[in-house]
């Protein structure tokens, strides 16, 4: 049996819903067994303070836990954040054992529903940095982020209130609100739900009418399919 090995812990809320999804996605089609994971639990402050100042610093750690999961003999690696693939390529190019991107696996999604221009909401770094952009431009995508200061309060409530756990009904509504004025001033046809706690808050497939991109659900269903396939 393959063995995925799972950066975790950026943050503990959606390393939580990795494990129960994988293990759930394998036995709908397996319940007589579970597949075989390895998680690496990384600090979420000292991940935002390295990705706020040092990325270079950002993918020694992110690194450190490669090694570690690549010493457990894992088949396969897969970053459960979002905003750690600033970093992806710096990693998939120095690991021992390959890498299964969030990002790109997204983009063949959005590619395979005939999605054209998709806004992104995640943390500021997620929204702000290109390597959605730069992966979805490949298929012929346009990523659309929101404004500056809509990246701000998206920002502080993500890290404010969703990393510890914390999903406010106030919150949903704000983000549904946002996701309508995308759709009606930028023209958006689909939303990236770019941060793997934002599934945790935002559930519905559809929001503001229009289809959702769960990069959680997205990336597990990799994961079992890689497992399964080994």
Not at 2 to 24: F, K, N
Not at 146 to 158: G, K, N, Q
Request: charged share 25%.
């Amino acid at each position: 049996m393959a063995t995925v090995g799972l950066i975790g812990g950026l943050g503990p809320e959606s390393t939580v819903d990795y494990y129960r999804r994988i293990i759930q996605g394998w036995q709908r089609q397996d319940p007589e067994s579970s597949p075989s994971i390895v998680i690496d639990s990384l600090d979420v402050q000292r991940g935002l303070a390295l990705v706020a100042s040092d990325r270079l610093g950002l993918a020694e750690y992110l690194f450190a836990s490669v090694r570690r999961l690549a010493a457990a003999a894992v088949d396969f690696i897969a970053l459960t954040a979002n905003t750690g693939h600033l970093v992806f390529d710096e990693l998939a190019a120095r690991s021992p054992v390959p890498l299964l991107s969030i990002v790109e696996i997204c983009a063949a999604e959005a590619k395979r529903r005939g999605l054209k221009r998709l806004g992104l909401l995640g943390t500021r770094f997620t929204m702000e940095a290109g390597f959605y952009p730069a992966v979805f431009s490949r298929h012929g995508i346009e990523v659309v982020p929101p404004t500056t200061a809509e990246r701000l309060v998206v920002h502080d409530r993500y890290v404010g209130e969703l990393l510890k756990g914390d999903f406010r009904d106030e919150t949903r509504q704000w983000m549904i609100g946002l996701i309508t004025r995308l759709r009606e001033q930028e023209d958006i046809d689909g939303i990236i739900l770019g941060g793997t706690e934002l599934p945790l808050l935002l559930r519905t497939e559809t929001i503001a009418g229009l289809p959702t991109l769960d990069t959680t659900a997205l990336h597990v269903d990799a994961i079992v399919d890689r497992l399964r396939s080994a």
